[in-house]
Each structure stands twice: as structure tokens, then as C-alpha cells.
């Protein structure tokens, strides 16, 4: 089988061009015909010669994750559902707000993690996705949006929040991110990528080898016994473990971390509750990002009412901490990565081979 081209950096493609004898300048060229025009059809790339295509067309597989089903909400968001070589699948979604189109991209097939509020976690984890599954995502979606919407419409800012967890996958999530910020590939600004993690504390100490991207870190419960209900990682890896963690990640100065809080009515919503979050973390390095509960069929939780979610964040304000609540087609969309799959199944169009245009619909 060939390398997927979408797996190597630029330097990696550079080595090679070198080691077959072809001019290593090459690359830089083709990288931007890929990752700035999304042009994967060498015959169509004017400035590269004949020799240099022929090389990347016989030793390189330069098919993209397949787009095999899609749907548009109301407020412009755009789900898909993407498929590997292997006919794993798992979902990318776009989200636009204000002058920004955002792309949350997953980091695996499934997750082991096992949070109890995650549809993804009941898949359990299938497999990591590969350097050029993570950016495949973003090139299969942007020529999706040339192709169906306009060349005007660009992915601007990347999330990795989709299903998976990112830092499980740690190496692939690194080269992908890398590639991400290549000026001569996609050229994306550090601030533009937002990673989200559960909170695997020997990976967060890795994060200083990791492209300076900002992090959130799904927190949801500043109490122990309350967040080891959620989320079996805290059983592992307690609070206490987690914040001397985070306290080794190199963050700028004027950067801070995101903390991702899910409110479920009366488990993680009330006074107490707010105590533990205002004693854990300190204002001037903290956001937190409030997201109400997303329910899915056979879950067990349930979303407070909004009255309560706004008590909660206004509290959290007037105690001099930045808060806010993920905006409605954000929080739909985030929380229901993990949620396409049925849905689908229900469409019956699961592994259909009918056109995207056909399945096209609204959720
Ligand atoms: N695995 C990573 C990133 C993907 S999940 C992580 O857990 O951080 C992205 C965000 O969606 C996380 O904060 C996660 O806790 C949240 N989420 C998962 N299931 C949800 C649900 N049912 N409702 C609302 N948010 C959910
Ligand atoms: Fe995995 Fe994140 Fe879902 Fe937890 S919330 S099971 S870490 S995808």
C-alpha cells in the first residue's frame, strides 16, 4: 500500500524528494498547492515539472477521507460524517460565529476515556486516527465548502473536540498540529487551534514539546468525588494531580486556559459547587467555559434549567472570573459530536452510497 502523502511534514516530504534524487524545493510548492489551494490533482499543478508529479502520483496515495454524509442546521453549522480507507468513520462538524468558521475535528475512532456523559465513550476506543486522517478532515472539508458553498468560504480556527481524546493520540495530534502551522501548509496561527483534554496528566507534562496551541481542559467538577462520577480518568489522575500538571504547561503571558465546565442539573450546578470551582482556580489564569448538558437516548443526566445555567455563570462573573456559556449552535453541535452516528442510523442511510446532496438534510 502507498504512504498517504498526508502523512508526512514538509521537512519528512523534503527528505525524501532529496533521497530519490528530485530537487527538495519541490515540496514547499506542492505543500501549498495541498494545504493552501486544496488542489490534491498533481496534473493540475502548474508550477511543479512533469518528473516531480509523476514521482508523487507512483509513490504517494493522495486520496482523501471520504465525506459520506452531511447535514446543515439552521444557524449554518455543518455537520459531516467522514470516512477513512478502513470505512471507520467519524464525524467533523463546522461551525460559524461571527467572522470565524470553525472546524472541530476528532482525534480518534471512539475513546477509552469512558466519561459517563460522552456518547462517544460508549463506542470505547477503536482506533487512533492517523496524521493525515486529522488534517484529511480539514482538506476534505474545505473542498467540500469550495465545491458547495464558494471559494470565499474558509475554515479559519480549528478545535480539536470532536470525538476522541486528543492527547491519547498524542504523536499524530503533534505532527498534525504542526502541519496546521506550517506557513508553507495550511499556515495556521497558533491562537487559532484550541486543544481539549480530559486531563491525562502524563501527557499534559508532555505538552511542552507540543506547538503552543491554546488548551482547555474539560474539567466539569472541582470536587473529587463528584468529577470521578463523571469522568473515570479523575479515579487515576485526581484534581490534585491534574493542577500540579497544568502548572507545567509553558503558556505565554498573556494567554490563559480554558476550563470546560458541563452543568448537569443538581450534580455539578449548585453553591457548593461554585465554592470548590472559585477555590481551585485562580482568576487571572482561568476562562471557563460553561456547556449545558447535551442528552442523547439512554443517558442518564440531565440539562439544568437555563435559568440555572445563567445563575451559574453570572455568579461565577460577579466573583471576578471569566465565564461564559458556550453559545447555543457551539454547545449543540460540541456536545453532540458523538450523537451524528445515530442519527443516521435512524435516517437508514448508514454505509448508503447515495450522493451527500441526496442525504442532505437539517438537524
Ligand atoms: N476528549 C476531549 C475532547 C472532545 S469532547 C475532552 O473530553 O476534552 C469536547 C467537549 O465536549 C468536552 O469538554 C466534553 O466534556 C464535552 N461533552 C462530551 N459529551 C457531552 C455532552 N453529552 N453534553 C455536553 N458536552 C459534552
Ligand atoms: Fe472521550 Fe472526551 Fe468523550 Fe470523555 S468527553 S469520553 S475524553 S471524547
Same mark, same amino acid.
Given at each position: 500500500m502507498l504512504t498517504s502523502f498526508y502523512d508526512l511534514s514538509r521537512d519528512e516530504f523534503k527528505a525524501r524528494l532529496k533521497e530519490d534524487g528530485l530537487p527538495p524545493f519541490a515540496a514547499d510548492q506542492i505543500f501549498q498547492w495541498i494545504y493552501?489551494?486544496?488542489?490534491?490533482?498533481?496534473?493540475?499543478?502548474?508550477?511543479?515539472?512533469n518528473k516531480v508529479k509523476e514521482y508523487v502520483k507512483t509513490n504517494y496515495d493522495l486520496s482523501l477521507p471520504k465525506i459520506v454524509w452531511q447535514a446543515i442546521s439552521n444557524d449554518g453549522t455543518k455537520k459531516f460524517l467522514v470516512q477513512f480507507s478502513d470505512k471507520q468513520t467519524v464525524e467533523t462538524v463546522a461551525i460559524p460565529a461571527r467572522e470565524r468558521l470553525t472546524i472541530c475535528i476528532?482525534? !480518534?475512532?471512539?475513546?477509552?476515556?469512558?466519561?459517563?456523559?460522552?456518547?462517544?465513550?460508549?463506542?470505547? *476506543?477503536?482506533r487512533h486516527l492517523k496524521v493525515g486522517e486529522v488534517t484529511g478532515q480539514f482538506l476534505a472539508i474545505s473542498r467540500w465548502l469550495m465545491e458547495n458553498v464558494g471559494a470565499e468560504e474558509k475554515l479559519t480556527n480549528i478545535v480539536y473536540m470532536g470525538q476522541g481524546e486528543p492527547l491519547h493520540n498524542f504523536d499524530n495530534m503533534q505532527k498534525a498540529t504542526e502541519i496546521f502551522l506550517d506557513e508553507k501548509a495550511f499556515?495556521?496561527? !497558533?491562537?487559532?487551534i484550541t486543544l481539549s483534554t480530559s486531563g491525562l496528566v502524563p501527557q499534559i507534562e508532555k *505538552?511542552?514539546?507540543?506547538?503552543?496551541v491554546n488548551i482547555a481542559i474539560s474539567l466539569h467538577s472541582a470536587r473529587n468525588n463528584v468529577r470521578s462520577e463523571l469522568m473515570p480518568i479523575n479515579k487515576v489522575y485526581d484534581l490534585e494531580r491534574l493542577f500540579t500538571a497544568i502548572q507545567t504547561i509553558p503558556l505565554k503571558a498573556y494567554r490563559r486556559i480554558t476550563y470546560e465546565y458541563l452543568l448537569i442539573d443538581e450534580l455539578n450546578d449548585t453553591e457548593e459547587d461554585i465554592e470548590a470551582l472559585c477555590k481551585l482556580l485562580r482568576r487571572e489564569e482561568s476562562k471557563i467555559n460553561l456547556i449545558p448538558f447535551n442528552d442523547f437516548p439512554g443517558s442518564k443526566f440531565k440539562r439544568p434549567k437555563k435559568e440555572k445555567v445563567l445563575w451559574f455563570m453570572e455568579t461565577m462573573n460577579s466573583r471576578g472570573y471569566t465565564t461564559t456559556i458556550r453559545a447555543t449552535k457551539g454547545a449543540d453541535i460540541l456536545a453532540a459530536c458523538g450523537q451524528l452516528k445515530s442519527e443516521v442510523e435512524k435516517l437508514n442511510?448508514?454505509?448508503?452510497?447515495?450522493?451527500s446532496n441526496e442525504l442532505h438534510g437539517t438537524v
Amino acid at each position: 500500500m502507498l504512504t498517504s502523502f498526508y502523512d508526512l511534514s514538509r521537512d519528512e516530504f523534503k527528505a525524501r524528494l532529496k533521497e530519490d534524487g528530485l530537487p527538495p524545493f519541490a515540496a514547499d510548492q506542492i505543500f501549498q498547492w495541498i494545504y493552501r489551494k486544496f488542489e490534491i490533482n498533481p496534473d493540475q499543478w502548474t508550477n511543479v515539472s512533469n518528473k516531480v508529479k509523476e514521482y508523487v502520483k507512483t509513490n504517494y496515495d493522495l486520496s482523501l477521507p471520504k465525506i459520506v454524509w452531511q447535514a446543515i442546521s439552521n444557524d449554518g453549522t455543518k455537520k459531516f460524517l467522514v470516512q477513512f480507507s478502513d470505512k471507520q468513520t467519524v464525524e467533523t462538524v463546522a461551525i460559524p460565529a461571527r467572522e470565524r468558521l470553525t472546524i472541530c475535528i476528532s482525534s !480518534q475512532v471512539g475513546c477509552a476515556i469512558g466519561c459517563t456523559f460522552c456518547h462517544t465513550a460508549t463506542q470505547g *476506543l477503536k482506533r487512533h486516527l492517523k496524521v493525515g486522517e486529522v488534517t484529511g478532515q480539514f482538506l476534505a472539508i474545505s473542498r467540500w465548502l469550495m465545491e458547495n458553498v464558494g471559494a470565499e468560504e474558509k475554515l479559519t480556527n480549528i478545535v480539536y473536540m470532536g470525538q476522541g481524546e486528543p492527547l491519547h493520540n498524542f504523536d499524530n495530534m503533534q505532527k498534525a498540529t504542526e502541519i496546521f502551522l506550517d506557513e508553507k501548509a495550511f499556515g495556521l496561527g !497558533q491562537r487559532r487551534i484550541t486543544l481539549s483534554t480530559s486531563g491525562l496528566v502524563p501527557q499534559i507534562e508532555k *505538552l511542552i514539546n507540543f506547538p503552543p496551541v491554546n488548551i482547555a481542559i474539560s474539567l466539569h467538577s472541582a470536587r473529587n468525588n463528584v468529577r470521578s462520577e463523571l469522568m473515570p480518568i479523575n479515579k487515576v489522575y485526581d484534581l490534585e494531580r491534574l493542577f500540579t500538571a497544568i502548572q507545567t504547561i509553558p503558556l505565554k503571558a498573556y494567554r490563559r486556559i480554558t476550563y470546560e465546565y458541563l452543568l448537569i442539573d443538581e450534580l455539578n450546578d449548585t453553591e457548593e459547587d461554585i465554592e470548590a470551582l472559585c477555590k481551585l482556580l485562580r482568576r487571572e489564569e482561568s476562562k471557563i467555559n460553561l456547556i449545558p448538558f447535551n442528552d442523547f437516548p439512554g443517558s442518564k443526566f440531565k440539562r439544568p434549567k437555563k435559568e440555572k445555567v445563567l445563575w451559574f455563570m453570572e455568579t461565577m462573573n460577579s466573583r471576578g472570573y471569566t465565564t461564559t456559556i458556550r453559545a447555543t449552535k457551539g454547545a449543540d453541535i460540541l456536545a453532540a459530536c458523538g450523537q451524528l452516528k445515530s442519527e443516521v442510523e435512524k435516517l437508514n442511510v448508514w454505509g448508503a452510497t447515495q450522493s451527500s446532496n441526496e442525504l442532505h438534510g437539517t438537524v
